[in-house]
């Protein structure tokens, strides 16, 4: 595949859709959509979800479930990707309960046990990294509600 344009939506729905329809417009072979904000990825499957685009045009990205539910239910939006704040939460939490009783104290190479998710290793600058994006699809969205 090749990139052939970077469109702004600046975050707003309006624009982003406009966008989509520009894009559509410009390069009538286009393969996909990949937006980079939950705005973004909702505006675009919304304009593709009513065009002779949808099934031809791939729209993916970075998004929340509840926006994006009817466009994966009816077939606009295979799977598109984010952090699960329910998992972020549960990291946080291991990781502040250590800090707390002195297991760790936030030097880059210290690890803990952060329950369900495994052992974590605090990186530089004192990050401690979740993981993977979640992927969203037709099998799992229905269990997200955000």
């Given at each position: 595949?090749?990139?052939?344009k970077?469109?702004y939506?600046?975050d707003?729905?309006?624009?982003?859709?406009v966008?989509?329809?520009?894009l559509?417009?410009?390069?009538?072979?286009?393969?996909?959509?990949v937006?980079?904000?939950?705005?973004?990825?909702?505006a675009?499957?919304r304009?593709?979800?009513?065009?002779?685009?949808?099934?031809?045009?791939?729209v993916t990205?970075?998004?929340?479930?509840?926006?994006?539910?009817?466009?994966?239910?009816?077939?606009?939006?295979?799977?598109?990707?984010?952090?699960d704040?329910?998992?972020?939460?549960y990291l946080?939490?291991?990781?502040?309960?250590?800090?707390?009783s002195?297991?760790?104290?936030?030097?880059?190479?210290?690890?803990?046990?952060?329950?369900?998710?495994?052992?974590?290793t605090i990186?530089?600058?004192g990050?401690?990294?979740?993981?993977?994006?979640?992927?969203?699809?037709?099998?799992?969205?229905?269990?997200?509600d955000?």
């Amino acid at each position: 595949m090749k990139l052939v344009k970077i469109a702004y939506g600046n975050d707003d729905d309006q624009k982003s859709f406009v966008e989509t329809q520009g894009l559509l417009q410009a390069y009538p072979n286009l393969k996909a959509i990949v937006a980079p904000t939950s705005v973004g990825i909702a505006a675009a499957a919304r304009y593709i979800s009513s065009s002779s685009s949808k099934g031809k045009v791939i729209v993916t990205g970075l998004g929340t479930p509840n926006p994006m539910r009817a466009f994966v239910k009816n077939g606009t939006v295979q799977a598109f990707q984010l952090w699960d704040p329910g998992a972020l939460g549960y990291l946080a939490a291991y990781a502040a309960a250590n800090l707390a009783s002195g297991t760790i104290s936030g030097k880059e190479g210290e690890s803990f046990d952060a329950g369900k998710l495994g052992k974590r290793t605090i990186g530089k600058d004192g990050e401690v990294i979740l993981g993977p994006p979640t992927t969203f699809d037709a099998a799992n969205i229905d269990n997200f509600d955000f």
